[in-house]
């Protein structure tokens, strides 16, 4: 698949590693934080975009991982119409990205991620959709890394 990493921190690069390391091709890195976001497109050799009107359009799946906080405003600066947006923060509920997408859910790690993390770790992930297809392609998704 191909794959959109909005953020930077900890759950963006250890998911990005291990998304990369799943043989999905990961498009492109967007973070505010031009540094952040060179870092890890340097890590997973891809390009980096710190304007969020220069978000690839043609990414299957679109993982935003970013602060709650963030998670709150997104849907004032992003749309993606029908592609698929999955957030990975465990205390927000999938309909934060509503105003983001017709497709959407949830791809949280159950447990603690550090970026500076050596040895990726087997990470099981709690995953919803807002429809049984998106589901499906969230849960198809995730056991390609997990």
């Not at 998911?15 to 973070?31: C, D, F, N, R, T």
């Not at 309909?95 to 949280?108: A, E, F, H, M, Q």
């Not at 159950?110 to 392609?137: A, C, H, W, Y």
Request: glycine share 6%.
């Amino acid at each position: 698949m191909r794959i959109v990493i909005i953020g930077s921190g900890n759950v963006a690069t250890v998911l990005g590693k291990k998304i990369s390391a799943a043989g999905h091709e990961v498009l492109q890195v967007y973070s505010r934080n031009e540094k952040h976001a060179a870092e890890l497109a340097k890590a997973l050799n891809v390009a980096w975009i710190s304007d969020n009107r220069k978000i690839d359009p043609e990414a299957d799946i679109y993982v935003v991982a970013i602060s709650d906080n963030g998670l709150s405003q997104i849907g004032n600066w992003l749309q993606l119409g029908k592609k698929l947006a999955v957030h990975t923060a465990g205390s927000l509920s999938k309909d934060t990205l509503k105003p983001v997408s017709r497709n959407y859910g949830v791809l949280y790690p159950l447990q603690s991620l550090r970026k500076q993390m050596k040895r990726l770790p087997e990470i099981p992930f709690l995953v919803d959709g807002n429809t049984e297809e998106d589901l499906t392609i969230i849960y198809d998704f995730a056991k390609t890394f997990s």
